[in-house]
């Protein structure tokens, strides 16, 4: 009976536009989308992408008309996180990678010569990124991950200038240095 529960409030939030139903609904299935994000990011990005999901659910439920609405969302979940995967893929291949240790591999075949793969790459960091001291972490994820200036870092963390860009630097080798040992 879930399924016409689901079609109901997909219905009001249609008729009404009012989110108060697509946030019941929404709710029902977030861990659902956190779980499929969990498999692309780590747990702070998998967060915001469950943000982010509903943002582009407001969008996309107006424009499609869903049937079974679990599966739909496990799909649209699923290529958000590889869209943005694949646009962090693009914006590192034209960026600096980690002291010649791409991140992200450039090139068709998604592996590098040695044969690691994007995923285990990207499993890797985080793993590494995990063992950081919390300034460099936090400075690299802001950084690297969100995009954010030096002078944006230094706001958002409250670290001076130059701390900033020391703990980048020192997080920046620190990862290069887990990132090798765990690829050995």
């Known amino acids: 009976m879930q399924d016409a529960d689901d079609a109901w409030l997909i219905g009001e939030f249609k008729t009404t536009g009012k989110l108060d139903f697509l946030a019941a609904l929404y709710q029902r299935y977030m861990n659902l989308v956190y779980g499929v994000c969990l498999r692309y990011f780590d747990e702070e990005a998998s967060k915001d992408a469950v943000m982010q999901i509903f943002e582009e659910l407001i969008i996309k439920l107006k424009q ?22 694949r646009a962090m893929k693009n914006k590192e291949s034209r960026q600096v990678s980690i002291d010649d240790h791409p991140i992200v591999e450039n090139g068709e075949n998604g592996h590098h010569e040695n044969g690691v793969s994007l995923e285990d ?12 001291p919390e300034e460099q972490k936090r400075s690299v994820d802001l950084f690297y991950l969100k995009e954010k200036s030096y002078r944006e870092v230094s706001v958002i963390t409250g670290y001076e200038m130059n701390k900033v860009k020391s703990y980048i630097q020192n997080g920046k080798r620190n990862l290069k240095i887990c990132m090798e040992q765990q690829n050995d």
């Not at 679990?70 to 943005?84: G, Q, T």
């Not at 790459?121 to 995990?130: D, F, G």
Request: hydrophobic share 40%; glycine share 0%.
């Open 64 to 85: 499609h008309e869903v049937q079974n609405f679990k599966s739909w969302l496990h799909v649209l979940a699923r290529n958000h996180c590889l869209m943005k995967l």
């Open 121 to 132: 790459n990207l499993q890797s960091m985080e793993k590494c990124l995990e063992t950081l």
